[in-house]
Structure formats: C-alpha cells, structure tokens
C-alpha cells in the first residue's frame, strides 16, 4: 500500500529564519497527487500546497515544494519562518479517493 | 459556502458506552469520509462513501464501528462500545469526485475521550 514518511516530529526554528519539513513516500501507482497540510491549533486540516507535476515548483503562502519522483520526495520550505507558521503539517498523497497522510512534524516558530 | 460541520465537538465516555458522531458535508460534495486522528498522529481513513454507498471501509473495527449515510448527504459514525484506544479526533472530510487529484475540505471534528 501506500505510505507517507515525514522524518521529523518537532521542528523548533526562530523567527526569520528558514524552515524545511521532508516528505518522502512509496506508491505503486504512476497517476497521484500530493498535498501539504496545514492544521493550526483546535483546528481542521487545510490544504497548504498540491502538485501533481514532477519536478515543478509550487508555491503559496510563502512555502514552497517541488515534486521529485526520481526520489519520492515532495519537501515542504519557508524561506523566512513566521511566528504565525507554528502549526502541525502533514503530507499526504492520493492516486484515487482519500488521502494517505504521514504522520505530521510540529513546527515551532519562536521569537 | 458554509464548510463541513461536525458534532458534538467533543465527547467524554467510560469505556463500554456508545457514541455518534454527525457529519453535514458541503453542499454538493458526493463523497464523504470519516478519518480518525489519534493524538499527534496523522489523520487515518477509517470510511468513504460517494453518495449512500460505502466505497471502501476495510479500515473500520467492524466488531465495535459503524457508519452510515443513507441518503447520500448527512452521515453518522458510531461507536457502540467504546475503548480507551478510542480516544482521538474523529474528522470528517468531503470533496468531489475527480480522478487525478483530490482536495479534502475537513471540519473541526470531534475530540473523544474514553476514560
């Protein structure tokens, strides 16, 4: 089956600084989607980034992820950390319906 | 647009008592799930339906767990005899049906404590 691998459970970085969350996944199916989620204190999980094309660069919110597939990888980047980015994310993947998430990486962001 | 509403947002049993959960999706979404999302873990598929029909629920504890969604709008996940292992966030989540990619829109969940 399907799995979603993020190495990090905490991520601590300081205010201004960069931040980077990997992702890395197995898949046996060639036609997928990957996302990034975001889920802020007490509330629902949303969508941060999607991409489906490999090495494309995708953008929103000041983060940052390219799709590798030659290395099952979609990390997620901030150039410039926000206090306001301590959240939990997830990286998920899907080839048909629903989501395979990991298992998350808290980011901490401190003055 | 209003969003995918849960309730109750939060639930505390004793062991052997039972639960439901309710879920009203966006307006027009056909598909649904339920996910369960013990703490500081990833969210974990337990169910989807597409309209009334259960898609895949190989995940759901078919012994103590079930779900519903019998016209393909609302649904309801119940737990008939709750377990301290039990205790996590039950999210709902609903989206279209598309083949290449898929966006989930979640609600805020339920928040279960087995004691």
């Known amino acids: 089956g399907d799995s979603v691998t993020q190495t990090e459970g905490l991520v601590t970085v300081t205010e201004g600084l960069p931040v980077k969350l990997n992702c890395t996944y197995q898949t046996t199916y060639l036609t997928i989607a990957f996302f990034w989620y975001v889920q802020y204190l007490n509330e629902a999980p949303q969508v941060l980034l999607k991409s489906s094309t490999d090495n494309k660069r995708t953008e929103h919110q000041g983060f940052h992820a390219t799709l590798h597939k030659s290395s099952s990888s979609f990390h997620l980047q901030k150039s410039s950390a926000q206090l306001s980015d301590s959240a939990l994310y997830y990286c998920a993947l899907t080839y048909a319906q629903g989501l395979t998430f990991g298992l998350g990486t808290r980011v901490s962001v401190f003055p | 647009e209003a969003g995918v509403t849960q309730s109750p947002r939060y639930a505390v049993l004793q062991e052997g008592q039972a639960v439901s959960f309710w879920c009203d999706p966006i307006s027009g979404h056909d598909t649904l799930y339920w996910y369960q999302q013990p703490r500081d873990q990833g969210p974990q598929l337990l169910v989807y339906f597409r309209d009334e029909a259960v898609i895949d629920n190989s995940q759901l504890p078919s012994d103590r767990f079930s779900a519903v969604r019998p016209k393909g709008t609302n649904s309801t996940l119940k737990i008939q005899s709750a377990k301290q292992g039990d205790t996590a966030t039950y999210l709902c989540?609903?989206?279209?049906?598309?083949?290449?990619?898929?966006?989930?829109?979640f609600g805020h969940g339920t928040k279960l404590s087995v004691l």
């Open positions: 989540a609903s989206s279209f049906w598309t083949v290449s990619s898929e966006r989930l829109f």
